[in-house]
T-cell receptor, first 113, second 116 residues
Framework: GENVEQHPSTLSVQEGDSAVIKCTYSDSASNYFPWYKQELGKRPQLIIDIRSNVGEKKDQRIAVTLNKTAKHFSLHITETQPEDSAVYFC????????????FGKGTKLSVIP | GAVVSQHPSRVICKSGTSVKIECRSL??????MFWYRQFPKQSLMLMAT?????????EQGVEKDKFLINHASLTLSTLTVTSAHPEDSSFYIC????????????FGSGTRLTVV
């Protein structure tokens, strides 16, 4: 089955700096890669996603890049703010035609004012 | 977009009792729903796939007799934790995939289960 590795597990950055979180996946048939932000005790919130036919997608301060050959995708947050502090999860569909999501282990991002 | 209502949001129960968690799709036909479990400071782990009108598919290591799933209609899937034990204390969350025409998933609000 699909295996999603996420690094780092914790990340501290100064306010205004950039943060990068990386994920790798094992199933070459995976075709959808969302990123979620989860605050304590709440449901995950989708912040950005990318499909396998796209290499990069950007939404204001957030961007995601996908390298299908290497089977890795990354989340980039620029100009970080204290409210960006949360746990971020990457995920990948289990394979073509499947809607099951396999999640990475999460990255706890702390933005220091 | 799709809206999923999950209840209860928090529940405390005694060991040995059963707890039912409901996920209701308010505006989308939920032929499939996924149930995840999240232990503190850990990731979301898929427990089972709930299929409307048929048996659920369980992930390896998840006891189907302990975690009963019923998906009798296109709007409601339920997860019943039977004979709950303290180690079942976790955050349970349902997810509704929105299908080929619109990749994306709608999450329920989650249920914090504490077994004492």
């Amino acid at each position: 089955g699909e295996n999603v590795e996420q690094h780092p597990s914790t990340l501290s950055v100064q306010e205004g700096d950039s943060a990068v979180i990386k994920c790798t996946y094992s199933d070459s048939a995976s075709n959808y890669f969302p990123w979620y932000k989860q605050e304590l005790g709440k449901r995950p919130q989708l912040i950005i996603d990318i499909r396998s036919n796209v290499g990069e997608k950007k939404d204001q301060r957030i961007a995601v890049t996908l390298n299908k050959t290497a089977k890795h995708f990354s989340l980039h947050i620029t100009e970080t703010q204290p409210e960006d502090s949360a746990v971020y999860f990457c995920a990948a569909t289990k394979g073509a035609g499947s809607y099951q999501l396999t999640f990475g282990k999460g990255t706890k991002l702390s933005v220091i004012p | 977009g799709a809206v999923v209502s999950q209840h209860p949001s928090r529940v405390i129960c005694k060991s040995g009792t059963s707890v039912k968690i409901e996920c209701r799709s308010l505006d989308f036909q939920a032929t499939t729903m996924f149930w995840y479990r999240q232990f503190p400071k850990q990731s979301l782990m898929l427990m089972a796939t709930s299929n409307e009108g048929s048996k659920a598919t369980y992930e390896q290591g998840v006891e189907k007799d302990k975690f009963l799933i019923n998906h009798a209609s296109l709007t409601l899937s339920t997860l019943t934790v039977t004979s709950a034990h303290p180690e079942d204390s976790s955050f349970y969350i349902c997810t509704l995939p929105r299908g080929r025409s619109n990749y994306g998933y709608t999450f329920g609000s989650g249920t914090r289960l504490t077994v004492v």
